[in-house]
């Protein structure tokens, strides 16, 4: 099933998830897997590659995947562990689309979506 196609809205889907946040990590996981998948969740023997990864999700919590699923972000952590030199140019940080002056940007650049807070991200 494409949940996507039934709430079309991203800014909804989060919505219902953060009224969910009652339900506990495991039988979320197992909610939604059955939901994208349409297979039962196996997490004491699991044999697929998407049900190990959901089982890693539950066992392995750093805070630092917080900062680093971000591209915004693990852009400042980058800096912070003295690597910005690596870092591609970034031309701007949006809130709304409406706010790029795109005479300002050069011919060629990339537009990304950060999935957090702030989008888009052009570097």
Do not use: A, H
């Not at 952590?77 to 003295?82: E, I, N, R, S, T």
Request: glycine share 4%.
């Amino acid at each position: 099933m494409d949940y996507k196609k039934i709430i079309k809205s991203k800014n909804v889907r989060i919505r219902i998830l953060r009224l969910l946040n009652f339900i506990p990590d495991k039988q979320m996981l197992s909610l939604q897997y059955r939901i994208k998948t349409g297979r039962k969740l196996n997490l004491n023997n699991p044999k697929r590659y998407t049900e190990k990864l959901q089982l890693y999700k539950l066992k392995y919590r750093n805070p630092l995947m917080e900062k680093c699923v971000d591209k915004y972000e693990v852009r400042k952590y980058v800096k912070q562990c003295g690597l910005e030199n690596i870092l591609n140019k970034c031309y701007g940080v949006y809130d709304n689309p409406l706010e790029i002056d795109f005479d300002k940007l050069p011919n060629k650049f990339v537009l990304k979506d950060t999935l957090g807070g702030v989008e888009p991200l052009f570097c």
